[in-house]
């Protein structure tokens, strides 16, 4: 009975030590034009970022849901300050967080993840590190500014 109770534990543990997850961030172009957005980032490229245009991608937004097998990478060169084209009906997928839930711009990371977004902007729709909360929702596809109309 021990034996078995060891083993289940083991068992037990190594399932449970190899849960993953990720949270990303997203701005979505629901519209049937390609919108231009304005990404301002902190100075911190050296730091364990949320917001890497290393990592930036483009994918398609089909009924709420990304179209991983689409998925388009578009790494940046670090710049604090950049200019991207969305395509119509399409995602901007710009940070993303692992093994960590989003609460709100000003909680701790795990891991020492730092908050590096400044401000984005499409047309006259601006967010900033103050209004992020506001604009993005949660949803179980990830972290998501919808892009409002021009």
Known sequence: MQHRRTILFILLAW?????????PFYVINNS????????????????FLIFDPRHFAILPWDSGEPDYEHLRRIPQT??????????PHSALDIG????DKYDHHGQQFINGRIFNLVRLKSGNHEVT???FDRHFQKTSAGILWILPAP
Do not use: G
Request: net charge positive.
């Open 15 to 23: 399932l449970l030590s190899s849960c993953s997850w990720t949270v």
């Open 32 to 47: 049937a034009v390609p919108r231009a957005i304005e990404i301002q980032l902190s100075k911190d490229r050296d730091s």
């Open 78 to 87: 670090w710049r604090e300050n950049m200019k991207i084209e969305i395509p």
């Open 96 to 99: 993303r967080l692992n093994n």
């Open 129 to 131: 590190r103050d209004t």
